[in-house]
């Protein structure tokens, strides 16, 4: 159950991150941004973050182990992320990052995700 909770997670933060990626894309393009190299880069990396996400969801639904260490680094980020956000006044964003990041830190580090990942190795 815990590890379809992390695999639910990451796929959320993937999805969201790719679409993101995506919307800034679409930006740069029919907008006017005022450095596109930086917007394009920006939306480049939006997009490869979210693709990894998803990537890294998908391998956690298959048990492979290694996703589990690329999970964790992405809910530290994403901490992170929103506590900035939080910083910068926009709570309404960072406050679900953060509960969803724990979420996702939760669900990767307990026992059954442990035992499904790795087993007994006594």
Partial sequence: ??????????????LTTLLLGG???????I???SDVMSSLFV???GILVGAVLLWVG???LRTERWTRSLG???QIFATVIGITLIQSDQQTIGVPLIAVA????VALLSPP????LYGDQD
């Fill in 102 to 105: 724990v979420i996702g830190l």
């Fill in 72 to 74: 964790v680094l992405a």
């Fill in 43 to 45: 939306a480049g990396f």
């Fill in 1 to 14: 159950m815990t590890l379809t909770v992390a695999a639910a997670v990451l796929g959320l933060e993937g």
């Fill in 113 to 116: 995700t442990t035992h499904a």
């Fill in 58 to 60: 998908w391998g956690m």
């Fill in 23 to 29: 919307y800034a894309g679409v930006e740069t393009v």
């Fill in 31 to 33: 907008g006017r941004p």
